[in-house]
């Protein structure tokens, strides 16, 4: 069985040095044009909640900026805390490509279920109750971790 969706929205880097690497991406890129989403006011619809590597987690400080392209987005992020699965890549792996996220057209714990089946396990998941992700442990596999989204309607 497949995941719901293969249509790659963001590509998420980690780097040391957000400015900096920001900057490449634009210089190459442009500044492009955010993806018409639905201005609609989110509705909480689901309890939020982090979970990282199974336990409970209160934050994940970071700096944050977006590089939109045509059809996707890089997601820049700089680490800023320790205990979340952007601060372990960038430890490991430097300033890269640090994961992938797919939209999934469902919900999201059949996507879950997938990856669980495909042998790929949870590694953080976060609930904002319109909206949730889980980043999936296929780096060995396929280079990179896997997050698949789901928003609500």
């Not at 987005?73 to 430890?91: T, V």
């Not at 109750?129 to 789901?150: C, I, P, R, W």
């Amino acid at each position: 069985m497949a995941l719901s969706s293969t249509k790659i929205i963001k590509v998420i880097v980690v780097t040391d040095d957000l400015e900096k690497t920001a900057q490449a991406y634009r210089t190459l890129l442009g500044s492009g044009k955010e993806p018409d989403s639905s201005q609609e006011e989110h509705k909480m619809v689901k309890e939020p909640y982090t979970k990282y590597m199974g336990k409970d987690i209160t934050d994940t400080p970071m700096k944050v900026e977006s590089v939109f392209s045509d059809n996707f987005w890089f997601e820049i992020i700089q680490p800023l805390g320790e205990c979340d699965p952007w601060a372990e890549w960038l430890k490991d792996h430097g300033t890269s490509i640090c994961s992938i996220c797919l939209l999934s057209e469902g919900a999201l714990e059949n996507d879950e279920e997938v990856m669980k089946n495909a042998g790929f396990s949870s590694i953080f998941k976060q609930e904002k109750g319109y909206e949730a992700y889980e980043y999936f442990d296929t780096s060995k596999v396929l280079g990179v971790l896997t997050e698949v989204k789901e928003q609500y309607k």
